[in-house]
């Protein structure tokens, strides 16, 4: 495990970083320094790393994205009550059983569901006037769906 140093010289085990339902990319917008890549983890946490090289960056970045596929299982659906809110589906942190290929259809199949929904979302926009909390839901379930 990763140790931290204390301010009073001890050391503490710093918590393990999942990579479950994680992405892995270029930090493209990022220019102070070179080979620099994002990773968005699936509680929407945002790590920076540096790579020595063009070519080490860009194999980190193929390994994470495919350890991540590897230990991501579809999503639960997400929980049912009786208030109309949105609630994000739970992300399991299970490794997944299914095949690669099996995990790809499921993938596709999982982007498909999100644009339509995300196209239907957009399409019902909430009353200009309408009451805040539904102006935040609309909001959430936007930036979710976006960012599926």
């Given at each position: 495990?990763a140790?931290?140093?204390?301010?009073?010289?001890?050391?503490?085990?710093?918590?393990?970083?999942?990579?479950?339902?994680?992405?892995?990319?270029?930090?493209?917008?990022?220019?102070?320094?070179?080979?620099?890549?994002?990773?968005?983890?699936a509680?929407?946490?945002?790590?920076?790393?540096?790579?020595?090289?063009?070519?080490?960056?860009f194999?980190?970045?193929?390994?994470?994205?495919?350890?991540?596929?590897?230990?991501?299982?579809?999503?639960?659906?997400?929980?049912?009550?009786?208030?109309?809110?949105?609630?994000?589906?739970?992300l399991p942190?299970?490794?997944?059983?299914?095949?690669?290929?099996?995990?790809?259809?499921?993938?596709?199949?999982?982007?498909?569901?999100?644009?339509?929904?995300?196209?239907e979302?957009?399409?019902?926009?909430?009353?200009?006037?309408?009451r805040?909390?539904?102006?935040?839901?609309y909001?959430?379930k936007?930036?979710?769906?976006?960012?599926?």
């Amino acid at each position: 495990p990763a140790l931290e140093e204390e301010e009073d010289g001890g050391t503490e085990a710093e918590e393990p970083l999942g990579v479950h339902h994680a992405l892995a990319e270029r930090a493209s917008k990022y220019t102070k320094r070179p080979n620099v890549f994002r990773l968005q983890t699936a509680d929407q946490r945002l790590f920076l790393f540096q790579a020595p090289t063009l070519e080490e960056m860009f194999s980190w970045i193929s390994r994470i994205n495919l350890v991540a596929a590897l230990f991501s299982s579809p999503p639960f659906p997400a929980a049912v009550g009786s208030q109309r809110r949105f609630i994000r589906p739970i992300l399991p942190a299970a490794p997944s059983r299914s095949s690669p290929e099996e995990q790809q259809r499921c993938h596709e199949e999982w982007m498909e569901r999100v644009a339509q929904e995300l196209y239907e979302h957009q399409r019902n926009l909430p009353e200009k006037r309408g009451r805040a909390r539904d102006l935040d839901e609309y909001r959430l379930k936007k930036e979710y769906l976006l960012y599926e």
